[in-house]
């Protein structure tokens, strides 16, 4: 069974870089297979927004609402990918999910992580 | 950007009602839409992809339909536990955008 889990700070300060890893079990991120890693976040009582995703071979793809501050990266040998946001805002306060997708939509998300941005 | 709508944004519907969400995207998509289920303080949950492919384990009133910019979720005799807000998202190699989200209640 593939799981992920994400982790990193809780609280990150207005105007800071924020950074979560989603370490991933149960599958090998360097089997590719047509699988990206992405994440996903849910501002409080809002909906979802997809934030990106990488390929196994580090092939990244952004939304372009967020791409000037998001970077994705991937490391194969830990099995885990990970999410930098920098400049943060209020307005980046949100559940973080990371979350695996094929080509049959995303089938697997990790639990969640609430970052809040606040000083 | 393709941009994906939902509608309606909420619904309240009794047990064993026919329930339908629609989707609509700014541009044609082909059939790479699926559709999630969410309850409060859980992650999404897959419940269709290539607009009409069951998930694994998904009950069979759950049916998903449509093609190019319309599609629609259909929930054919709605039970008290498909309580919870249902998402739309468009996804291919370099996107996955989300509708806002549909709320339904259970009267």
């Known amino acids: 069974q593939v799981q992920l889990q994400e982790s990193g700070p809780g609280l990150v300060k207005p105007s800071e870089t924020l950074s979560l890893t989603c370490a991933v079990s149960g599958y090998s991120i360097s089997s590719g297979s047509g699988y990206y890693w992405g994440w996903i976040r849910q501002p409080p009582g809002k909906g979802l927004d997809w934030i990106g995703s990488i390929y196994h071979n580090g092939d990244t793809y952004y939304n372009p609402s967020l791409k000037s501050r998001v970077t994705i990266s991937v490391d194969t040998s830990r099995n885990q990918f990970s999410l930098k946001l920098s400049s943060v805002t209020a307005a980046d306060t949100a559940v973080y999910y990371c979350?695996?997708?094929?080509?049959?939509?995303?089938?697997?998300w990790g639990q969640g992580a609430l970052v809040t941005v606040s000083s | 950007d393709i941009q994906m709508t939902q509608s309606p944004s909420t619904l309240s519907a009794s047990v064993g009602d026919r329930v339908t969400i629609t989707c609509w995207a700014s541009?044609?998509?082909?059939?790479?839409l699926a559709w999630y289920q969410q309850k409060p303080g859980k992650a999404p949950k897959l419940l269709i992809y290539k607009t009409s492919r069951l998930e694994s384990g998904v009950p069979s009133r759950f049916s998903g339909s449509g093609s190019g910019t319309e599609f629609t979720l259909t929930i054919s005799s709605l039970q008290p536990d498909d309580s919870a807000t249902y998402y739309c998202q468009y996804y291919n190699s370099y996107s996955g955008t989300f509708g806002g989200g549909t709320k339904v209640e259970i009267k």
């Open positions: 979350a695996r997708r094929g080509g049959g939509g995303i089938d697997f």
């Open positions: 541009q044609s998509i082909s059939s790479w």
